[in-house]
Each structure stands twice: as structure tokens, then as C-alpha cells.
């Protein structure tokens, strides 16, 4: 590694004023965050420019920030009744950072020549969620932004084949989204009478072992 | 004149060859691959979305069952970024079981790899032979964990016990006779430390016997020699890692070049092929298991001379000691705690990539504050590679998509996730 990630903290600053939103490092890991304008000139750089050389895309993937900082359940105390084993959904912890949108695709990128690694986070405020996408720039984002369009519904403008991947043809809505049900809506069982699989409203119900709790550690 | 027209032809999902339920649709003119289209998914279970709904112990065996050939490694790449997070780290000695159980999770692999690859070229032998090996080495996970594929070993801290003092025995039935159950077991008369070892001195030679039959079998090499080339450029842009990087002649190793763990100490070489075709990819994984032996002496070695604990000492992440709990009332709690609500990670994000035996296995863990991650995204290589198939056998013919599917080393368990 010829320069610190300080250093390069400080270049990526320089180089790209004005088209970022934040650059911070933290655990040792640099993360730039911007929005869906000035991804593609971004990337470009950071794939073509000696000085960064990121040649690999290691991976995309979506991300959902709707309940993010939310818990379950909390209380600092004991009571003389005890505790209900009851959930509230949507308790808000405490004073939590705020996100410019709903839902972000972010980018882990390698440097083989400089070995090192960066993570680009990019927002997306538009409703639905859309975004230039990077197959042009690196080969390899080309299943992992059809995973996010799958599970997220992200849109990639520019994507040569956005089609679901890992769900089933045919399915409605996107999982991963957190207002998705993780029981999911339709369930599917061999119908005897009309002697075929059929779909039909999930039967089964999501019980909460665990709550959600959020504690200063 | 008749119309000449592609055909388009279903590979899979049921195939013995489609390594799982891959879905290949091959469009082809005569027996000539022109596009190849897989369909995925058919194992997806939403790993990610479930590891949410969980507090970071629990998924820990869902880790197990991404790349269920290589179970301790997934496990390797989550609880390093839970560690991280955290900011805690694993005792040494604790860091060295992780390697050398790393090292034969990777042997288990990539015996696997060449069981399953020569017999979709046809060498039935060597898939008998590979089984072997990988018998002793299931063998070892069940001795430190009770189970023979999905371990739940390592943990936040550490590894769930210190390795045993002996080994199970096998024991004489109507299908096994008093003297073979003796034969067998023979090198498990001491501790899993001097099986482990006894298995090592073994290996080099059970290689060497997979070799005789194939690296100069004349078969083999027409199955393989020139079959899926790829050039490094290209490897590096379609996002491959690992032995598919390593066999185009490019020198990337994560255990080298971002070391974790106690790589750093230990002395191993990382091989490169050349052409960058099957051939050399499975010369590169043969190279390896011997690397992943030397490294297993290595550990074993340590760890025969540095007994200590395996875990750290703070009940906010391990349990506390049976014992103690029973008469301690603050390991009561801290062991209530931990099994009902778990610990809280602190907010933050963190990527932590391992060299997994397939190639870079990453973990994505965004945390936000509470005690259940709030999105996890597991990067596995296998997905990247199967992305870049239709790189790979464009103008090969069908019986050559075999070999290039097995070379990938895909498992749909971690493809799909």
C-alpha cells in the first residue's frame, strides 16, 4: 500500500470536490457517497485514473434504509409486573443518523495494483428507485445489479439484461425491501382437485423470538 | 433450401452434471455454443433477510449453509466482520484453530472440487479416492463440533471449544468386522491434534495418487487442455477471484495480499498457472492442497506448544463457564442475556472479503446499533464466476460446458444464498 487510507481519504476529496456527498473513513474501510448524477463520472475515474485503479467491482448489492435505527423494544428499567413478551414495531431508539433517500446501491471496488479497496454509496432518491448502470464500466456488475433490481426493485438505466434472478418467474415484489414480510405474501401447495400447484395467502404467521433492541454498548 | 436455425437446449435444473440446480439455457448451432443463459435461484432461501430477523449468534449457522462444501470458511468471513464491528479480537490461539480448520475446510473443498470435476470427465476413480480423504477430515469437524458439515465453530471471539483430547472411535458391527474397526482405528488412538497431523503426513502422498491418474492421462488433457480460456484482463474485469484468477497467471492471494488472521506468521506459496484454461486451473488447485497441507503442519505444530484459552474473557460475547453459572449469579445473567437478547453491535458498516477455497468470500454487515444485523450481503465468488460462463464456453461444444461448470467450482447453496 504506497499511500494511507488518510491520504487517500484526503485525494478522493480533492479529486472529486463537489460531486460527493461525504467521504469518511471508519473501521479502516473508506466509503464515498453521492447520488445517481455523478456515479457514472465517479466510477470512471476511480476505474481509469493511475492513481486509484480500482479494476475489480467485488460487489454490488442494495440496501434498504426504511427501519433503519429502529427497535422493537426497549426499556432501560426493570417494572414490578415484569416485561410483556409483546413487540412493538417501530420504537425509535434514539437519535439516529438520517439518509438523503430510502435506498442506496452500494459498490465494493478492488485495486489489484494498488491493493486496496473502496466502497461508493450511492443514493437514490427517485421513486422508483432508478440509477445509471455500471455493466459498461465493469463486466461483473452485470448479476449483481440484477439481484438488487430483483430484491430491492432498482432500477439500473442502461443495463443490457435487468431481469429477476434469484426469485422465482413470475414473482411479485421485491424481498429484501424491509416492508416486505419475511413470511412473504403467497405460498404455494399441490391443490388435489385441480391437480396442479397452486399459489395462495400465506397461512403461516411471523413470530417475533427476539426483539429488535438497540443498546449503547 | 431448408432453414438453418439455432437450437435452444435445457441444461439442467435436473442434471448430475448442473452441480446442484443450475438451469443452462444453451442456444446452439449444430453442437456449438453460441449464448449461455443460466438461470438461477432455484436455491434461494433469502439467507440475508433471515439473518436479519436474528440476533448475529443465530446466523451463524445459516453461514454453514451458503457454500455447504466449504462450511467453516463462510463462517470465517461473518464472525471476522462481527468481530470488527465490535472491535474485539480472538485469542492466538483461538486465531490459529481458525486457520488450520480454514486450511481443511480448504483441502475438503477442493478435494470436492477435483471428485466432482473428474467424474463429470468421465474418471470415476478419483471421485472414490477424493471421498477418502474427505472422510477424515469430516471426521475432524465432528470431533470439535458434533457435527460433519455445519460446524457453528467459530464464533465472535473465538471458536466455540478447544480442540479434543481424543477422537471417536469407530466401532465393530455386522459391516464391520473387529479387525477393520482396529485398522481404522489405529491413528485415532491420540488427540484430534495427532490425527490431524498423522492426516498430513498421509495427504502429500493420496495427491500424488490423484496426479498419477490425471495430470499426464492423455483423457484429461483432451477434456481440459485449452477448455475455457480466459484472459487475466478479462478474468479481472468479470469480478473473478480465487483459483479462476490464480489460473489465468495472475498472483492474488487474500491470505497474502490483505492478510487476517495468522496468515502473516505462516509459510506457504500461492501457484499461478499460465494459459488460464481448465488444465491449469486444476493444476493450481492441486498446488494448493499441498500449500493448505504445509500450513495444517504449521498450526499444529503451534498449537502442540501454546496451550491457552480459545476464547475471550468477556461474558458479553462468550458464554461464561456451566460451572460457574451454577453458583455465580453475574454469570447467570450475563448467560440469560446472551442466549435471550444476544449483544448489540455498534453502528457502522464494514466489508471484510477472506480468501474463501473458491475465491474472495466477502461479508457486507451494516450495523445500526442493534442486536440483529440490519442488512447483511454475503458476496460469494461462485455467483461472480457463473456470471462470466458465457465467456467461458462461447464456441466450445456441449460436452465442454461440463467441464467448464465443474472448473468454476459453483455450489448453489452459495450462489443462490
Not at chain 1, 471496488?109 to 479497496?117: D, I, Q
Not at chain 2, 446452439?28 to 438461477?40: F, L, N, S, T, W
Not at chain 2, 483459483?243 to 495468522?262: A, I, T
Not at chain 2, 494448493?288 to 476464547?311: F, H, T, Y
Request: charged share 25%; glycine share 6%.
Amino acid at each position: 500500500m504506497s499511500l494511507t487510507n488518510d491520504h487517500l481519504l484526503e485525494r478522493l476529496r480533492e479529486r472529486f470536490n463537489g460531486l460527493l456527498l461525504d467521504a469518511r473513513l471508519a473501521t479502516g474501510q473508506i466509503t464515498l457517497e453521492l447520488l445517481p448524477e455523478s456515479l457514472i463520472e465517479v466510477c470512471l475515474a476511480l476505474r481509469d485514473e493511475p492513481e486509484f485503479s480500482f479494476a475489480q467491482l467485488s460487489d454490488v448489492c442494495g440496501v434498504d434504509y426504511l427501519n433503519y435505527g429502529k427497535a422493537d423494544w426497549e426499556t432501560m428499567d426493570t417494572t414490578s409486573t415484569g416485561f410483556s413478551r409483546g413487540v412493538d414495531q417501530g420504537v425509535y431508539a434514539k437519535t439516529v443518523r438520517t439518509f438523503p433517500a430510502r435506498f442506496a446501491s452500494v459498490y465494493q471496488l478492488l485495486s489489484l495494483t494498488h491493493n486496496r479497496r473502496l466502497r461508493v454509496r450511492c443514493f437514490l432518491p427517485s421513486d422508483p428507485p432508478q440509477v445509471s448502470s455500471v455493466t459498461e464500466l465493469w463486466p461483473s456488475a452485470n448479476w449483481f445489479e440484477r439481484e438488487a433490481f430483483d430484491l430491492f426493485g432498482i432500477l439500473f438505466e442502461g443495463h443490457p439484461d435487468l431481469r429477476r434472478i434469484l426469485t422465482d418467474y413470475g414473482f411479485m415484489g421485491h424481498p429484501f425491501r424491509k416492508d416486505f414480510p419475511l413470511e412473504g405474501n403467497v405460498e404455494v401447495r399441490y391443490d388435489p382437485d385441480q391437480k396442479r400447484v397452486i399459489y395462495q395467502p400465506v397461512t403461516i404467521e411471523n413470530r417475533v423470538l427476539v426483539p429488535r433492541v438497540i443498546r449503547d454498548a | 433450401m431448408p432453414e438453418i436455425r439455432n437450437m435452444t437446449i435445457n441444461f439442467g435444473p435436473q442434471h448430475p452434471a448442473a452441480h446442484g440446480v443450475l438451469r443452462l439455457v444453451l442456444e446452439m448451432d449444430g453442437e456449438v455454443i453460441q449464448r449461455a443463459d443460466p438461470h438461477i435461484g432455484l436455491l434461494h432461501r433469502g439467507t440475508e433477510k433471515l439473518a436479519e430477523s436474528k440476533p448475529f449468534n443465530q446466523s451463524i449457522g445459516y453461514l454453514d449453509r451458503t457454500d455447504y462444501i466449504s462450511m467453516m470458511c463462510n463462517e470465517h468471513a461473518y464472525v471476522l466482520a462481527i468481530e470488527k464491528l465490535l472491535g474485539i479480537a480472538p485469542p492466538k490461539r483461538a486465531q490459529y484453530i481458525r486457520v488450520m480448520f480454514a486450511e481443511i475446510t480448504r483441502i475438503l473443498n477442493h478435494t470436492f472440487w477435483l471428485a466432482a470435476h473428474a467424474l463429470d470427465c468421465g474418471a470415476m476413480t478419483v471421485f472414490l479416492y477424493a471421498f477418502r480423504e474427505r472422510e477424515d477430515l469430516l471426521d475432524c469437524y465432528e470431533a470439535v463440533s458434533g457435527t460433519r458439515m455445519h460446524a457453528t465453530y467459530f464464533r465472535p471471539g473465538g471458536v466455540y471449544r478447544d480442540l479434543p483430547d481424543r477422537m471417536p472411535q469407530y466401532q465393530a458391527s455386522r459391516w464391520l468386522s473387529e479387525k477393520e474397526a482396529a485398522a481404522r482405528n489405529a491413528d485415532r488412538q491420540g488427540s484430534l491434534l495427532d490425527f490431524i497431523e498423522a492426516f498430513t503426513q498421509r495427504f502429500p502422498n493420496y495427491i500424488d495418487e490423484y496426479e498419477t491418474l490425471l495430470t499426464d492421462n492423455r483423457i484429461w488433457k483432451q477434456r481440459t487442455v485449452g477448455i475455457g480460456v480466459i484472459s487475466p484482463e478479462r478474468a479481472i474485469a468479470l469480478g473473478f477471484t480465487g483459483c479462476m484468477l490464480r489460473g489465468s497467471g495472475v498472483e492474488w492471494d487474500l491470505r497474502k495480499k490483505q492478510p487476517y488472521e495468522v496468515y502473516p506468521e505462516l509459510d506457504f506459496d500461492i501457484p499461478v498457472g499460465k494459459e488460464g484454461d481448465c488444465y491449469d486451473r486444476y493444476l493450481v488447485h492441486i498446488e494448493e492442497m499441498r500449500q493448505s497441507n504445509r500450513i495444517i503442519k504449521q498450526c499444529v505444530d503451534w498449537l502442540r506448544a501454546n496451550p491457552g484459552p480459545v476464547m475471550i474473557d468477556d461474558h458479553k460475547f462468550s458464554p461464561p463457564n456451566r460451572e460457574k453459572m451454577k453458583g455465580d449469579m453475574e454469570s447467570l445473567i450475563h448467560h440469560f442475556k446472551l442466549f435471550t437478547e444476544g449483544y448489540c453491535v455498534p453502528e457502522g458498516e464494514v466489508y471484510v472479503p477472506i480468501e474463501h477455497p473458491k475465491g474472495e468470500f466477502g461479508v457486507y454487515l451494516i450495523s445500526d446499533g442493534a442486536n440483529k444485523p440490519y442488512r447483511i450481503k454475503i458476496r460469494s465468488s461462485a455467483f461472480t464466476h457463473l456470471s462470466g460462463i458465457n465467456d467461458l464456453v462461447q464456441g466450445h461444444m456441449l460436452a465442454d460446458v461440463v467441464a467448464v461448470l465443474s472448473t468454476l467450482d459453483i455450489v448453489f447453496g452459495e450462489v443462490d444464498r
